[in-house]
């Protein structure tokens, strides 16, 4: 029997969370077998179960993860408000929409994290919270507890929007809901 490094144990995991994240996104969590995720990150179901105890676990790191990275790609934007800015008009972009693998888990899964569970619900939870400080710090820095309901607001408005420009079968509208998106984001922001 090969035995791995504890190395190799936590990069195989890794992958096998990142490759989970991208297809719950495209395909939904229902849609997103155990077999078909372990051939995406090049294994066999058999080593599922040494990474994971079951679908909901993975479901609960995958949400944690996908909402880390996504907190943590807020570090890159310009300061304050102008970065608040950028992040809007990328959010509510085609290139996000068509996307919805490589783009933001509440937009993709939201409708699907409610109904999981407390796992998964609470690393979801979590995850919110780092999005609505991060929000909330760019709309007022100097009192960002200020600013938690229109924080809210504003990321309600995101996520609903780029949910109805995906569900959208008419391409000109879905582009339009977008503009309008971006409009009505920027002037609830004051």
């Given at each position: 029997m090969v035995r791995y490094a504890k190395e190799h144990k936590q990069v195989t995991r890794r992958r096998i969370i990142e490759k989970a994240g991208h297809r719950f996104k495209q395909d939904g969590i229902d849609g997103s077998g155990i077999s078909t995720l372990m051939a995406d990150a090049g294994l066999t179901n058999g080593a599922f179960y040494a990474h994971f105890s079951s679908k909901d676990d993975l479901?609960?790191?995958?949400?944690?993860?996908?909402?880390?990275?996504?907190?943590a790609g807020y570090s890159t934007l310009r300061p304050g408000r102008p970065g608040l800015e950028d992040l809007i008009r990328e959010y509510l972009s085609p290139e996000?929409?068509?996307?919805?693998?490589?783009?933001?888990p509440s937009a993709a899964l939201l409708d699907e994290i409610g109904r999981c569970e407390d796992g998964t619900r609470q690393a979801y939870s979590d995850g919110a919270r780092a999005i609505l400080e991060e929000i909330s710090a760019r709309l007022t820095p100097e009192d960002p507890r200020s600013?938690?309901?229109?924080?809210?607001?504003?990321?309600?408005?995101?996520?609903?929007?780029?949910?109805l420009s995906r569900a959208l079968s008419d391409r000109k509208r879905a582009d339009e809901v977008l503009e309008l998106g971006i409009e009505n984001a920027l002037a609830f922001m004051g």
């Open positions: 479901v609960a790191h995958v949400v944690a993860e996908e909402l880390h990275t996504q907190v996000h929409r068509d996307n919805p693998g490589l783009g933001c600013a938690q309901a229109k924080a809210i607001g504003l990321f309600t408005m995101l996520v609903g929007t780029m949910q």
